[in-house]
C-alpha cells in the first residue's frame, strides 16, 4: 500500500513539474469593421465631409489644373473602407513574436481607424481616433471653448486627421495586391508610430509567429539603415512592390530610434515606457513551486514511515 501511495506522489511531482508556468494567450482576431468599435458611425459623416471640405480648398491652390470643388467633395462616407492602425505599441521594447502574445498586447494599445476618400483628382485620408482627455500640462495655450471643445469629445469618435495627396494607393488595395502576389496576409495587422518609420507597417506572421513587415509607402526606412532586414520583393502585374522587412530587424532600427516622445500621424502620444514585470507575474511560479514543496514533504514522510 505504501509503495502505490509513494507511485503516486512521485508521478503527481514529475506532472507539476511539466505543467507550464505561463500559458500563451490565446489568439483573437481584431476588429475589422469600424462598427465593432463604434456602434453608430454614420453620426460621424457629416464632420468627416466638413473636415474634408476645408482640407480640399486648402489644397485646390497648389493644383496646376483647376477644379469644380462642388463636383468633388463626396457627398458620403463608405465607412466600411476603414482599416484600424495600431498606435504606441511599444513592440521595439518588448520581446514578443508569438502571433497569440502580439495580438492581445494590440487589444490593450490606442487603434486610430483610417478611410481613404477621392475628392476631384485628389486622395484623401480621413483618421478617425478617440477624443484624449485635456492635458493639463497644454490646457493653458487652448482659450476656453478650445478647452470645452477637448472635454466634450473625450472618449468619442472624432476625426483627427485628414491629409491630401495627389498620388496614393489605400492600404487595403496594397493589401490587396500582397494578396495576389501570393503573400498570406489574413491575420496581418497595421501598426504605425514605430519610432523613426514615418508610415505605417503591415505585420505579417507566419506559421503564428511575427516575421516580416512591409511598408504602406514610400518612405520606409532604406535597407542600408535597417542591417540586415532585407527579406524578399513580391511583384505584382510584373512590377516590384516595396521590399519586405525582417520583424526583429525592424524593432532594433525602431529602438536606436527612440526619442522621449513619439508622436504618431494623428498627433497622439507615442512615448509610454513598457512595464517590467510585476508580482502578479510570477503567481503561477510560486503556485507551482509551493505544490512542488508539498509533494517532496509528503513523499519523505511516507519513506521515513516505510522504514520505520
Given at each position: 500500500m505504501v509503495r502505490?501511495?509513494?507511485?503516486?506522489?512521485?508521478?503527481?511531482?514529475?506532472?507539476?513539474?511539466?505543467?507550464?508556468?505561463?500559458?500563451?494567450?490565446?489568439?483573437t482576431s481584431?476588429?475589422?469593421?469600424?462598427?465593432?468599435?463604434?456602434?453608430?458611425?454614420?453620426?460621424l459623416e457629416q464632420e468627416i465631409l466638413s473636415h474634408l471640405?476645408?482640407?480640399?480648398?486648402?489644397?485646390?491652390?497648389?493644383?496646376?489644373?483647376?477644379?469644380?470643388?462642388?463636383?468633388?467633395?463626396?457627398?458620403?462616407?463608405?465607412?466600411?473602407?476603414?482599416?484600424?492602425?495600431?498606435?504606441?505599441?511599444?513592440l521595439e521594447n518588448l520581446s514578443l513574436v508569438q502571433q497569440a502574445d502580439i495580438q492581445a498586447h494590440l487589444e490593450q494599445c490606442v487603434s486610430v481607424w483610417v478611410i481613404p476618400m477621392q475628392v476631384g483628382s485628389l486622395y484623401a485620408t480621413v483618421t478617425l481616433a478617440k477624443g484624449l482627455p485635456l492635458n493639463p500640462e497644454t490646457a493653458h495655450l487652448m482659450t476656453p471653448a478650445e478647452q470645452t471643445s477637448v472635454q466634450e469629445?473625450?472618449?468619442?469618435?472624432?476625426?483627427?486627421?485628414?491629409?491630401?495627396?495627389?498620388?496614393?494607393?489605400?492600404?487595403?488595395?496594397?493589401?490587396?495586391?500582397?494578396?495576389?502576389?501570393?503573400?498570406?496576409?489574413?491575420d496581418a495587422v497595421l501598426v504605425g508610430g514605430l519610432p523613426g518609420i514615418r508610415m505605417p507597417?503591415?505585420?505579417?506572421?507566419?506559421?503564428?509567429?511575427?516575421?516580416?513587415?512591409?511598408?504602406?509607402g514610400d518612405y520606409g526606412p532604406s535597407e542600408a539603415e535597417v542591417t540586415g532586414s532585407y527579406v524578399h520583393q513580391a511583384r505584382f502585374q510584373g512590377e516590384s512592390l516595396h521590399p519586405f522587412y525582417d520583424y526583429e530587424a525592424v524593432l532594433s532600427y525602431a529602438k536606436t530610434n527612440q526619442t522621449s516622445t513619439q508622436t504618431d500621424s494623428s498627433g497622439m502620444?507615442?512615448?509610454?515606457?513598457?512595464?517590467?514585470?510585476?508580482?502578479?507575474?510570477?503567481?503561477?511560479?510560486?503556485?507551482?513551486?509551493?505544490?512542488?514543496?508539498?509533494?517532496?514533504?509528503?513523499?519523505?514522510?511516507?519513506?521515513?514511515?516505510?522504514?520505520?
Amino acid at each position: 500500500m505504501v509503495r502505490k501511495w509513494f507511485v503516486c506522489l512521485v508521478s503527481l511531482c514529475i506532472l507539476a513539474a511539466a505543467l507550464p508556468i505561463h500559458a500563451p494567450a490565446a489568439a483573437t482576431s481584431p476588429p475589422s469593421d469600424f462598427s465593432q468599435v463604434c456602434p453608430d458611425p454614420s453620426q460621424l459623416e457629416q464632420e468627416i465631409l466638413s473636415h474634408l471640405t476645408v482640407a480640399y480648398e486648402n489644397t485646390l491652390p497648389t493644383l496646376s489644373t483647376p477644379e469644380s470643388e462642388e463636383d468633388a467633395i463626396p457627398t458620403s462616407v463608405d465607412f466600411s473602407t476603414a482599416i484600424p492602425v495600431y498606435i504606441d505599441t511599444e513592440l521595439e521594447n518588448l520581446s514578443l513574436v508569438q502571433q497569440a502574445d502580439i495580438q492581445a498586447h494590440l487589444e490593450q494599445c490606442v487603434s486610430v481607424w483610417v478611410i481613404p476618400m477621392q475628392v476631384g483628382s485628389l486622395y484623401a485620408t480621413v483618421t478617425l481616433a478617440k477624443g484624449l482627455p485635456l492635458n493639463p500640462e497644454t490646457a493653458h495655450l487652448m482659450t476656453p471653448a478650445e478647452q470645452t471643445s477637448v472635454q466634450e469629445k473625450e472618449g468619442l469618435w472624432t476625426v483627427s486627421e485628414v491629409a491630401m495627396y495627389t498620388d496614393f494607393t489605400p492600404y487595403s488595395t496594397q493589401i490587396s495586391q500582397l494578396e495576389q502576389a501570393g503573400i498570406t496576409t489574413e491575420d496581418a495587422v497595421l501598426v504605425g508610430g514605430l519610432p523613426g518609420i514615418r508610415m505605417p507597417m503591415l505585420l505579417l506572421f507566419e506559421d503564428d509567429i511575427a516575421s516580416y513587415w512591409y511598408p504602406m509607402g514610400d518612405y520606409g526606412p532604406s535597407e542600408a539603415e535597417v542591417t540586415g532586414s532585407y527579406v524578399h520583393q513580391a511583384r505584382f502585374q510584373g512590377e516590384s512592390l516595396h521590399p519586405f522587412y525582417d520583424y526583429e530587424a525592424v524593432l532594433s532600427y525602431a529602438k536606436t530610434n527612440q526619442t522621449s516622445t513619439q508622436t504618431d500621424s494623428s498627433g497622439m502620444p507615442n512615448g509610454s515606457t513598457s512595464q517590467g514585470p510585476t508580482l502578479v507575474d510570477f503567481v503561477p511560479l510560486l503556485v507551482a513551486g509551493a505544490f512542488l514543496i508539498v509533494v517532496l514533504l509528503v513523499a519523505l514522510w511516507v519513506l521515513r514511515r516505510r522504514k520505520k
